[in-house]
Structures are given as C-alpha cells and as structure tokens.
C-alpha cells in the first residue's frame, strides 16, 4: 500500500496493519495480515511483532495467530469518554433497551458511511459481537437515512454516487428518487424506518440526533428481528420512544429547536398597529 505523500510511512503501515486485524472477525496469520494491507510478508511480520511488543497485538500461543491487544480498549474507552454524543447518549441508549428489550444504537456519518458510536442489546435482541466502530452503508439503514437528512439532495448526490447504492436485498433503495422520497417522507414525520433493506428478517426506527447549531451530527435507532420490532403492532409506541430518547440527546448537546417563525399575517397586524 503506497504511502501518501509527506506522511510517515512506518507509522502509516502499522496503522494498516491494525486496521486489517480491526476488520477480521477471527484471528488472522501473518500471510492474511500480509495479503490485506499489501505489505510483504517479512514486513508484516515485523510490524506484527513491534506491536505486540507494544500491547496493541496479541499472539495465541497456541496457535500463533494476530488478534489486537486488550491495550487497543484503553484508546477506545478514552475515545469515547472524550466524544459529546458518546457522553450524551450512552445512559439514555442504555435505558431505552433495558425498557424495550431491543437493540438501541448510536451511529455518526464518517464519509460515505455510517459508523456505529455505541450499541445496547435488549433481551429480544442479543448479537453475538459487538456494532460499536463496525460501519454501514448510509442509504440501506434506518440510521444511515436519518443521517442523510442533514444534507441536501445535491449534497447526497455527491456523497453517494449511483454506483454506491448497492442492493443488500430486494428491499434495498437503489436510486436517488427512491431515496429522495422516502427523506421526504422521514422528514415529514420525525423519523425513519429500515425493513429488511440491510439484512433480511431485521428492522429499525431511527430519528436523528442535533447540536446547538442545528446540524444533524448523528442518529439513534431501535432494531430487532422482525417478530420483536412487530411493526404492525408495536410502531407507534417504538416511534413516540425513539424521538424522544433522540430529543433528549440533541438538548443535552444544546439543541433548542428550529427558530420561531412568525406568520406573515401576524407581522401585517403589528405593523398595521
């Protein structure tokens, strides 16, 4: 993998390296390190070994083979404890499971995707790893369309080229006038759905989250299998649990609430007066 230019190459590799152990769900050889960061094998090896002599790479004895280091969780947590929505969120997403027995999540847009900052299981709703830093894509989720409603069509259409709107399902949005309408529509109503477009037999409800300024800077969903997301039966009261948790959020990070408009036939009174 070419270093960029004026960057420090070393540091970059190892960098790579530690991206390539984030992204394997397993424990990975040297070879498989090697053959996802394009590095050769020797050097591989050698930035492995560097970083586990560091804490950031563990080594199975047994069988040799590269998992990152419990000292990565420390960066993690001081990541974390230092980000705005991490501190506003965390307890009110932690309840809201507890409440619901759903899953609840938090996720920002990072680029083109949707980057999950903290996830809570209910009991209806166990995975067997953790969403936390995992990404998605942003127009085959219910997060991902609440995030995009901070950005305008054109604005979208930039950030996401025809060729990024790839089919997951045969329920997947695959166009941008698809894409519009259904903004449209999560604009118009407060919150935004996702109904096996990602995977199938799973759903979410997801409203966005804002700052003082205004802007959406994240989003906060419940999801599920269908059978626990029971849309049919239970969307109302998901609804009304979603947008408040995320209205709680937005006003702990000094949202206030779109600017008071006063209506034209009020201002003709007064100046008539």
């Known amino acids: 993998m070419p270093a960029e230019p004026g960057s420090n190459q070393s540091v970059e590799r190892a960098l790579t390296v530690l ?15 090697a053959r996802a960061t394009g590095l050769g094998l020797s050097t591989a090896s050698r930035l492995l070994a560097t970083l586990e002599g560091m804490g950031f790479v563990d080594r199975n004895p047994v069988s040799g083979l590269y998992r990152l280091g419990l000292d990565m969780v420390s960066f993690g947590g001081a990541v974390l404890n230092n980000h705005p929505v991490h501190r506003e969120a965390r307890q009110t997403a932690q309840d809201l499971a ?8 938090v996720a920002l847009r990072r680029g083109d995707r949707l ?5 809570f299981e209910g009991r209806q709703a166990p995975r067997p790893f953790l969403l936390a830093g995992q990404y998605n894509p942003l127009h085959a989720t219910g997060l991902g369309k609440a995030l995009l409603t901070g950005l305008t069509g054109d604005e979208r259409r930039t950030l996401l080229p025809d060729a990024a709107l790839h089919a997951y399902t045969h329920r997947t949005i695959t166009t ?13 109503r407060g919150y935004a759905t996702e109904i096996e477009e990602l995977a199938l037999g799973r759903a979410c409800i997801a409203a966005a989250i804002r700052d003082g ?25 998901l609804v009304q649990s979603v947008i408040e948790a995320a209205d709680s959020v937005s006003i702990n990070l000094g949202y ?18």
């Open 176 to 188: 941008h006038e698809q894409l519009d309408e259904e903004l449209t529509r999560t604009l118009s």
């Open 256 to 273: 206030v609430g779109p600017a008071h408009v006063v209506p034209q036939q009020a201002v003709a009174s007064e100046v008539v007066s």
């Open 98 to 105: 507890a409440e619901l027995g759903l899953g609840v999540n």
């Open 213 to 237: 300024s205004g802007e959406v800077v994240a989003a906060l969903s419940v999801s599920g299998p269908l059978s626990a997301i029971d849309l049919p039966n239970r969307e109302t009261e």
């Open 19 to 33: 991206r390539a152990l984030a992204a394997g769900r397993t424990e990975l050889r040297v070879s498989d390190v």
């Open 115 to 119: 980057f999950y900052l903290l996830n």
